[in-house]
């Protein structure tokens, strides 16, 4: 679970880790009342934003908060109501399918699974589809900005979609150039030891590739010994 602090001093205000039954994930979404925190797989527990304590098991899978309507993803997305009790009270239920994603913008969800992209209007707190596309890729995530919906493949291939039609598609495909690398003095001290961490003395300090090098690819405590007083002043 996340642990919450004083936007203007970080003070810490909580983290109700041993509570919560230590469980918990990266994935958080809150509003000023309630927070809601990844469990198992996709599904999220629901807590008290000024507490941090735990009010519902099993809410929902990943959540959308437009103020205190939360729209739920899943197999069926459902939106409730957050009362003034912080109680979930639901508006609708649906047969879309955002099994991998789900988002809002404007008045409209963009619903990803494995099959597509599904766009569902919010009217009066109901849902209706706009459209549906078929996509071959497995669509994991979902960004909309500027007019654009994108979305992100499992092999992450990246789909613009717009407002409107054209004649052709753009594909872009960029073939990643040849590679080549060179081994370094640290690499080839690495290689030879098989050594990453306890100590290293470095005689010397002119070869700073060398001391770069061990400093970013092991975690050892390295110490350098250098006779020129101003390499070391400075």
């Not at 304590?53 to 959540?63: R, V």
Request: net charge neutral.
């Amino acid at each position: 679970v996340p642990a919450a602090f004083d936007l203007k001093t970080g003070e810490e205000l909580y983290y109700q880790l041993a509570a919560s039954g230590k469980t918990g994930g990266a994935f958080t979404c809150s509003n000023e009342k309630v927070f809601f925190n990844h469990h198992r797989e996709r599904m999220t527990y629901m807590y008290d934003s000024q507490t941090g304590n735990k009010l519902k098991s099993d809410a929902g899978e990943y959540p959308v908060i437009d103020g205190n309507n939360i729209y739920f993803s899943g197999k069926k997305v459902t939106a409730s109501l957050l009362d003034g009790k912080n109680k979930l009270e639901t508006l609708w239920k649906s047969d879309y399918s955002a099994a991998n994603d789900l988002i809002k913008a404007g008045n409209c969800l963009y619903a990803a699974d494995s099959l597509g992209i599904t766009a569902i209007k919010i009217s009066d707190n109901k849902p209706s589809k706009i459209w549906s596309i078929p996509t071959e890729q497995n669509i994991q995530r979902l960004v909309a900005a500027n007019g654009k919906l994108i979305a992100v493949s499992d092999a992450g291939d990246l789909l613009v979609y717009g407002n409107t039609p054209v004649n052709k598609v753009a594909v872009v495909e960029n073939s990643p150039g040849k590679v080549t690398f060179k081994s370094s003095a640290a690499d080839n001290i690495i290689a030879a030891t098989s050594v990453t961490s306890g100590y290293s003395v470095v005689f010397g300090t002119k070869d700073l590739d060398l001391i770069k090098g061990l400093l970013t690819k092991t975690s050892l405590t390295i110490i350098a010994y250098e006779k020129d007083p101003a390499r070391v002043s400075y």
